[in-house]
Nanobody
Framework: QVQLVESGGGLVRPGGSLRLSCTAS????????MGWYRQAPGKQRELVAL???????DYTDSVQGRFTISRDNAEKTVFLQMNSLKPEDTAAYYC????????WGQGTQVTVSS
């Protein structure tokens, strides 16, 4: 059974930081491209960042320079370090794994508000 379990969301003030984690089970993690998506109320789910199985990272323009994606293959975990958070970063954040097939986590809420 494949599981992607996210953690690390919460409420933070503008300018603050959060670190999201997603731990996978049931897949050969090191082969998978891992990504973080987000979905705000009334909006479509969008790609935030992804990291390939060769550690090549890519980011959507709105988070470039503020967010960093990384992975630990030994721990089967992908991270999203989010700095300089803005209210517009408020969304449910979802972990995604793809290597032919694709899988989603259940999501973790990030709220940026003063």
């Amino acid at each position: 059974q494949v599981q992607l379990v996210e953690s690390g969301g919460g409420l933070v003030r503008p300018g603050g930081s959060l670190r999201l984690s997603c731990t996978a089970s049931g897949i050969p993690f090191s082969l998978y491209t891992m990504g973080w998506y987000r979905q705000a109320p009334g909006k479509q789910r969008e790609l935030v960042a992804l990291i390939s199985n060769r550690d090549a990272a890519d980011y959507t323009d709105s988070v470039q320079g503020r967010f960093t994606i990384s992975r630990d293959n030994a721990e089967k975990t992908v991270f999203l370090q989010m700095n300089s958070l803005k209210p517009e970063d408020t969304a449910a954040y979802y972990c995604h794994a793809t290597f032919g097939r694709q899988y989603w986590g259940q999501g973790t809420q990030v709220t940026v508000s003063s």
